[in-house]
């Protein structure tokens, strides 16, 4: 069996450039807040899609995101319990206080 030895001398920049790439990954930080542009491109969504699930209340201001200085912010945390259908209690407090006023207005009329 005869071994090629031509390309030893690459097995060090090889090695230099998996460590590098090892060490960036570990060094990587999980980003928890979104910008719209930034959710359309994690949940495959146009931007009109997200803005309109805003308006519809699909997105809840202070559960999935909030609104700092004409800037919205999504918790891509809550948007991933929002995608496989986890509800918080903060939501469903918040849907059960809406239900509750429902009701209310409905007997009062």
């Given at each position: 069996?005869?071994?090629?030895?031509?390309?030893?001398?690459?097995?060090?920049?090889?090695?230099?450039?998996?460590?590098?790439?090892?060490?960036?990954?570990?060094?990587?930080i999980e980003k928890r807040?979104?910008?719209?542009?930034?959710?359309?491109?994690?949940?495959?969504?146009?931007?009109?899609?997200?803005?309109?699930?805003?308006?519809?209340?699909?997105?809840?201001?202070?559960?999935?995101?909030?609104?700092?200085?004409?800037?919205?912010?999504?918790?891509?945390?809550?948007?991933?319990?929002?995608?496989?259908?986890?509800?918080?209690?903060?939501?469903?407090?918040?849907?059960n206080e809406?239900?509750?006023?429902?009701?209310?207005?409905?007997?009062?009329?």
């Amino acid at each position: 069996m005869e071994l090629k030895l031509e390309n030893l001398e690459l097995i060090e920049t090889i090695h230099s450039m998996l460590v590098e790439l090892r060490d960036r990954k570990v060094n990587e930080i999980e980003k928890r807040w979104l910008t719209t542009t930034e959710l359309s491109k994690y949940i495959g969504y146009g931007k009109d899609s997200i803005n309109k699930m805003i308006q519809e209340q699909k997105f809840i201001c202070g559960i999935h995101y909030y609104k700092k200085v004409k800037k919205i912010l999504f918790d891509k945390q809550q948007v991933d319990n929002w995608i496989m259908g986890i509800e918080s209690n903060k939501l469903v407090a918040t849907n059960n206080e809406n239900i509750t006023n429902d009701i209310i207005l409905s007997l009062v009329s």
